[in-house]
């Protein structure tokens, strides 16, 4: 069992900056690909950012291209998103997933992932 636990969300105004972590916990994924997602209201969650293993290859959803990065920390267990130049349509709950069947970035999907952390809210007032 993994457990994972979102944090650093809150309320920015557009074109801010925000830094979410996802802190691991009960396992080590320091092996698995890692993934972020988010839920807006009234729609549907969806595939925003992935990290290979062993962060040598990242994955983006096209909208938040050149805006997050996603980054990880394997001695600590801890997976990052960092998030500039924020826009009102980035405001939604942002998730944390792990898939332990692969270390490949390029394989993370949302169907696919194993584990998934309760969420950390993010709110971008215009």
């Known amino acids: 069992q993994v457990e994972l636990v979102e944090s650093g969300g809150g309320l920015v105004q557009a074109g801010g900056s925000l830094r979410l972590s996802c802190a691991a916990s009960?396992?080590?994924?320091?092996?698995?690909?890692m993934g972020w997602f988010r839920q807006a209201p009234g729609k549907e969650r969806e595939f925003v950012a992935a990290i290979s293993w062993n962060g040598g290859s990242e994955k983006y959803e096209g909208s938040v291209k050149g805006r997050f990065t996603i980054s990880r920390d394997n001695a600590k267990n801890t997976v990052y998103l960092q998030m500039n130049s924020l826009k009102p349509e980035d405001t939604a709950v942002y998730y944390c997933?792990?898939?332990?069947?692969?270390?490949?970035?390029?394989?993370?999907?949302?169907?696919?992932?194993?584990?998934w952390g309760k969420g950390t809210l993010v709110t971008v007032s215009s």
């Open positions: 997933a792990a898939d332990i069947d692969t270390d490949s970035a390029w394989k993370i999907s949302r169907d696919g992932m194993d584990y």
């Open positions: 009960r396992r080590t994924v320091s092996t698995y690909a």
